[in-house]
């Protein structure tokens, strides 16, 4: 009997160090890693989406209206503290023509608190604040 409660107790104590690990994630974790996404009015009036996909130094970008634009943008992406810079390498029109590789770089701030990061580029996103929300 005694052995049946030191095994439980053993078994207990390993699940709750393995959920421990689990729900602190890993360290040094990429905080940008997923799918980000925002939505606004631009100034002529359309409503346009805008999707950001971070994955450990690598990003896609995606830019429509939900009906006839549609941009999408792949690159590379580092942070350092709330500064990042990013590097387009490919763009998208939609237009038949496939991935076609670019050669531009951009750069901004961002913040993030828990769901929500303030993302602010200064080329891509003009130089304005925009609330992206994680998925």
Known sequence: MKNTIRFTGII????????????????GEDPLNGTWIT???N???AELIFIFVFDNGNFTFKAND??????SYKGTYSTSGSNISITFTHVNNDDGMGWVEVAHEDSG??????NTM???LSGILG???FIFTKQ
């Open 109 to 114: 701030e961002f913040s993030i608190n828990g």
């Open 39 to 41: 939505f606004f009015t």
């Open 127 to 129: 130089g304005e604040t």
């Open 12 to 27: 207990v104590l390993a699940a709750i160090i393995a959920f421990s690990f689990i729900a602190c994630g890993e360290e």
């Open 118 to 120: 303030n993302l602010n």
């Open 66 to 71: 939900g009906l006839d634009f549609s941009q």
């Open 43 to 45: 100034g002529e009036g």
